[in-house]
C-alpha cells in the first residue's frame, strides 16, 4: 500500500508498511512543515482525499513590563528591556504589561504558581500599511510575593502555547528604619536641672515619616508612654532632629530609673508601617 503526497503539481508515494503480528498498515509523516492532502492506494484502488493542516502555535512575538512602585517609596515607574519576565521588585509594585502575538487569540493569561492568574485584554488592529492585523496584549499585577510565572495562549483552534516560558518574580520586603540616639547614647545620671538633649538620627531607603520617643518608669506598672517628635511630609531618606527633655514634668522621686528609646517609622502603607528602634 502507498500513501501519496502532492508535492508542487505532482504526488509523491510513501511505502506503509505493516509487521506480522498486525492487520492494519501504516507510515509516519516526519517534521510536516506545511499543509497536503494525501490518500491511500491499494493496487490499483484509491482511497477518497483527505487534508492535512498545520497550524502555526501561539507565541508571544514581543512583550515589555513596566514597573509602577508603590507611592510612598517616591520613585519613578522603570521600564523594563523588551522581552524580559523576570522581575525583581518591592512588595505591592503593580506592573504593567503590554505585548504583541503572532496570531487571533481566544485567551491569553499570565498564570503565576501562588498569586491568582491575569487575563490579559486582547485586542487586534490593522497594522498601518493595513495589509496585516497586530494582536495586543494588556494587562496588570501587583507584586504579592516571590514565585514564577508564565504566559498562557489559546488561539481560535484551542491550540496552546506548548511550552510557555517560565519567568521569576523576586519580591523584596520593606526593612524598618534605621535610628540611633547620638547624644546621650548611654546611660547618664541626672543633674538638678532634670533636663537632657536628645540628639537624634535616622536613615530609611524610602524616607522617614516619623520618630518618638518611648519612655517607662522602671517599677511601675504603667504602660509606656509615646511622645511624638516629629513628622516629615514627604517622608525624607535622613533626618536630624534634637529633642530637649524636661523629666522634672515626670514627678520623679531620688532612685527612680526611666528607662527609653525613640522609634523612626516609615510610609510603609503596603505591608507596614515598619518600625526601626534604637
Request: proline letters at 5%; glycine letters at 4%; aromatic letters at 8%.
Amino acid at each position: 500500500k502507498d500513501a501519496l503526497t502532492p508535492s508542487e503539481d505532482n504526488w509523491r508515494s510513501m511505502l506503509m508498511t505493516r509487521n506480522d503480528t498486525e492487520i492494519a498498515y501504516s507510515v509516519v509523516f516526519k517534521n510536516v512543515t506545511q499543509s497536503m492532502a494525501y490518500y491511500i492506494r491499494a493496487r490499483e484502488t484509491d482511497s477518497e482525499h483527505y487534508q492535512i493542516t498545520v497550524a502555526r502555535e501561539p507565541i508571544v512575538s514581543r512583550f515589555q513590563l513596566k514597573l509602577n512602585y508603590p507611592k510612598y517609596t517616591q520613585l519613578s515607574p522603570q521600564v523594563l528591556e523588551e522581552n524580559l519576565g523576570d522581575v525583581t521588585a518591592l512588595i505591592g509594585t503593580e506592573v504593567q504589561f503590554e505585548g504583541e502575538s503572532n496570531k487571533a487569540l481566544a485567551s491569553a493569561t499570565l498564570a503565576f504558581d501562588e498569586s491568582e492568574n491575569t487575563k490579559l485584554k486582547i485586542m487586534s488592529a490593522l497594522t498601518e500599511a493595513k495589509d496585516a492585523e497586530s494582536h495586543y496584549l494588556t494587562g496588570r499585577f501587583i507584586v504579592q510575593g516571590s514565585e514564577k510565572y508564565r504566559i498562557e495562549l489559546i488561539d481560535g483552534d484551542g491550540i496552546a502555547n506548548s511550552q510557555p516560558i517560565v519567568y521569576t518574580i523576586n519580591a523584596i520586603q520593606d526593612t524598618e528604619p534605621k535610628v540611633e540616639i547620638v547624644e546621650p547614647g548611654r546611660d547618664v545620671v541626672l543633674d538638678e536641672s532634670m533636663n537632657i538633649v536628645l540628639r537624634i538620627d535616622a536613615k530609611d531607603d524610602y524616607g522617614v515619616q516619623n520618630i518618638r520617643l518611648v519612655y517607662r518608669i522602671e517599677g511601675q506598672d504603667e504602660d509606656e508612654t509615646v511622645v511624638p517628635l516629629k513628622t516629615w511630609q514627604p517622608p525624607q531618606m535622613a533626618v536630624y532632629i534634637e529633642f530637649p527633655w524636661d523629666l522634672d514634668a515626670l514627678g520623679l522621686f531620688p532612685e527612680d530609673v526611666v528607662s527609653y528609646h525613640v522609634e523612626a517609622i516609615d510610609a510603609d502603607n503596603v505591608t507596614g508601617p515598619n518600625i526601626g528602634k534604637s
